[in-house]
């Protein structure tokens, strides 16, 4: 199965190849983990162990806009049973290892490629 993170990746290392040849150049990569659906190799769920931080309820001075589509239940404001909020954070963390992982591969490119003195990188995430 392939995941859309493995996809951009693959063609923001291909297009690092390609940089190398022409310098100057810019490079946006966009990944979309960890948004829901929370979608990674099965391996990286078991880099999460131990006690995670449950917070079962959302604090009703949220406003709604803030987590459209944000949680996998029909209410926001539906209390929680703790081991689903804990299975959630899992999932959630397990997600930004996979994310975390596709960010090496690019970073690792760039070393690679000898661009990496000279090449500014800025991490941004929503």
């Given amino acids: 199965k392939q995941f859309c993170d493995r996809v ?3 063609d923001a290392v291909l297009k690092l190849r390609l940089a190398a040849m022409h310098t100057p150049f810019f490079l946006a990569v966009g990944f979309r983990k960890p948004h829901l659906p929370f979608r990674f190799p099965a391996p990286f769920l078991a880099l999460v162990e131990g006690d995670v931080a ?4 959302l604090s009703p001075t949220v406003p709604p806009i803030a987590h459209h589509d944000a949680v996998p239940q029909p209410h926001i404001y539906t209390p929680v049973a703790n081991a689903t909020a804990h299975e959630w954070r899992r999932h ?3 997600a930004i290892a996979w994310v975390d992982s596709q960010i090496g591969r690019v970073l690792h490119e760039l070393e690679a490629r000898g661009l990496a003195p000279t090449t500014l990188v800025a991490l941004h995430s929503d």
């Fill in 54 to 57: 449950a917070h079962p309820t």
């Fill in 8 to 10: 951009i990746a693959d």
């Fill in 92 to 94: 959630y963390r397990a």
